[in-house]
């Protein structure tokens, strides 16, 4: 059973247009110092899919949805939202992109609503009452009324997570961006999380990307997998020709077998040597 209500109309959503975002990456490379972080980034995200980048730790991830969010400069290469600029005011103007980030960056002093409205209300986008009635609907929308008026060092990390989507929603994105929905949660939870996500998707023209090292989330809810690996992408398919695929990185980072006779961290020691 998916947690997320099914709700039929909003009048807020007949002001723009809503059609859902195209998002391209040609050729992005981005380092930190000497890091080479991502190199030779291309890819084409299509309006209104679900599209999932796993990786291992430390491969880029993050580092490649910030870009997309426009909250990266990078040293070459293009990143555009229906061929324009992320980092530029007027895309963020014309377009409602919303970012859910890893560790939730939630204000801790603020209660759940007030973390909601914040943002709306600061920047004059909707008059007081909308903002009210879009705070409340985003929160019923995720099942967490009840956590309105408590702040977020007074819920479960799942909680915080639904906290996190849902101040996404008050601005009833056309892309939006999750990086690791699910980590730190039991696997009940994790999949009640996909289920949110892919149904959102259902119930919005929104495109999805997620950040993931979630197997399961990955090769259930997404349209498309692009695999990072070391700041490259190695694979990009459909789940099914990412289950089919025969690439050695890809088999250990799908099914990694636990070796007691021969540890990674031992083969790492030695190489180091
Ligand atoms: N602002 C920054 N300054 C310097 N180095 C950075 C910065 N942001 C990220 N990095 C480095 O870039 C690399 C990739 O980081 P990133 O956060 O994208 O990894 P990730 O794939 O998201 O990992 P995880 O799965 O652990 O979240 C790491 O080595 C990280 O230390
Ligand atoms: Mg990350």
Known sequence: MTAVKTLKTNPCRERHDRNAVGV???????????????????????????????????????????????????????????????????????????????????????????????????????????????????????????????????????????????????????????????????PVMGATIAEIIATLKEQFTVTTIVVSHDRDLALTISDRVAILMGGRLIAVDTPAGIRASRLPKILEFLNPQIDLRNPRFKQLESSNE
Do not use: W
């Open 24 to 186: 391209e990456l040609k050729s992005l490379c981005k380092s930190f110092g000497s890091q080479q972080v991502l190199s030779d980034v291309s890819l084409e995200i299509r309006p209104g899919e679900i599209f999932t980048i796993m990786g291992p730790s430390g491969s880029g991830k993050s580092v490649l949805l910030r870009h997309i969010a426009g909250l990266e400069t990078p040293n070459s290469g293009i990143v555009t939202i229906n061929g324009r600029d992320p980092r530029e005011p007027e895309t963020r103007d014309r377009f409602a992109l919303a970012m859910v980030f890893q560790a939730g960056a939630l204000f801790n002093s603020l209660t759940v609503y007030d973390n909601l409205a914040l943002y709306p209300l600061e920047h004059h986008i909707y008059p007081k009452g909308e903002v009210h009635d879009r705070v409340m609907r985003a929160l019923q929308i995720l099942s967490i009324e009840n956590t309105a008026n408590k702040i977020p060092a007074e819920l479960s990390g799942g909680m915080k997570k639904r906290v996190a989507i849902a101040r996404a929603l008050v601005m009833e994105p056309q892309l939006i961006l999750y990086d690791e929905p699910t980590s730190e949660l039991d």
